[in-house]
């Protein structure tokens, strides 16, 4: 791949993000995939474009969406929250079927259902994911045996999982087999394996929060974020690091 070098250079997937075709880690996923060219040729991982090159992803020509978008969406469970429409049927884009690309900003799994934003502005992505910007998401989580002051302490301070220990977190039981908690962290499917490490099993998972937004729409409904939402996240935002 020859490139034009010049100021404007920039890494591919930081591209892609940029211009609101996907986050930096689908793009990596794609360029794996072999699915993306610039000025005709296949990239790697690394590789930096221009302004002007000419980008394609399988093969149709990706152009700058104009218009940014902010929704909310209620994820119901079953929905996959991935942008590849050709490997996963019941993906989070199709059931949507917004008509401008976007993405999900973060993950809920198969089986959770709740909040979850989607955006095709890059910039704020990494911001909202990164753990170190300290961004909360609240969970009401039911489970299949009735909890304990032990478990509640256990889950506040940090439990072991995926070679690491998890933050100290804000955790309260509102009935005999449910509770709230906070979480600042975004670990692969934290709170299951967190739970499943204290011998319980997660029954029922959904999400209510994220940063200042709250979940007030019915399962697989989705809205358009308000200015004054924007704003607020915005101001949490300030300061934040894009960098993972």
Known sequence: LILIMNKTNIRI??????????????????????????????????TKVSVDSEIRVDNKV??????????????????????DVRVEKNNIIDYINYPLRIYPIGRLDKNSEGLIFLTNDGNIVNKILRSKNKNEKEYIVEVSRTITKSF????????????TVTDPCFIKQIHKKKFRIILTQGLNRQIRRMCEYLNYRV???????????????????????SKKELKGIFKLLEGSSNEF
């Open 152 to 163: 509640i302490d256990q889950m506040q301070k940090g439990i072991p999982i995926l070679g």
């Open 62 to 83: 990706i152009k700058k969406e104009e218009k940014l978008v902010y929704l909310a969406f209620n994820k119901p469970i079953g929905i996959v929250c991935t942008t």
């Open 13 to 46: 997937n930081k591209y892609l993000s940029e211009i609101g075709y996907c986050s930096r880690r689908e793009a990596d996923n794609l360029i794996k995939q072999g699915r993306v060219k610039a000025n005709n040729n296949l990239v790697s991982l690394g």
């Open 203 to 225: 029954t029922s998972l959904r999400r209510v929060r994220i940063m200042n937004i709250r979940l007030d729409l019915e399962v697989g409904m989705y809205r358009h974020l």
